[in-house]
């Protein structure tokens, strides 16, 4: 798996919580991430978009529950494995949504969507990286 990986061109193993079985599960699931127009779309699609849910007076947000529910795996996996560590940057960034006075459950909510960000920007750099390889003799 990492050797098809490497192959792929992908440095999506070099974000911590990311071996080769995600890594090659993000890229088989996700596809070309330049087909997802932004982050957002990609995040959206990958089940990491919170969307608002209102009643009476309480506003919250939840994931939404359309979109690929096996990308989300791999999304919540690495959150999971990032807050179980404490050197990576998700630790650090769980921690300070918990200090800011969210649940543990909504401060993982809040990481799973910062790393689809992440991942959106790590894969769209590796396609462009690809694309130049391939243009230059």
């Not at 919170?50 to 979109?67: T, W």
């Not at 630790?91 to 689809?116: F, H, I, N, V």
């Not at 894969?123 to 390889?133: G, K, P, S, T, Y």
Request: hydrophobic share 40%.
């Amino acid at each position: 798996m990492q050797t098809l990986v490497e192959t792929a061109g992908s440095t999506l193993m070099d974000t911590p919580g990311i071996g080769p079985v995600m890594a090659g599960r993000l890229i088989g699931r996700a596809g070309q991430a330049s087909r997802f127009p932004s982050a957002a779309a990609f995040a959206n699609y990958a089940r990491a978009a919170p969307v608002e849910i209102a009643s009476a007076d309480k506003s919250r947000h939840r994931l939404s529950r359309s979109g690929d529910r096996q990308l989300n795996s791999v999304l919540h996996t690495v959150a999971v494995v990032q807050i179980r560590m404490p050197t990576p940057p998700g630790y650090g960034y769980y921690q300070r949504k918990l200090s800011e006075g969210k649940t543990p459950k909504e401060a993982k909510r809040c990481l799973k969507r910062r790393l689809a960000d992440h991942v959106w920007r790590v894969m769209i750099a590796d396609e462009r990286r690809a694309r130049l390889l391939v243009r230059t003799p």
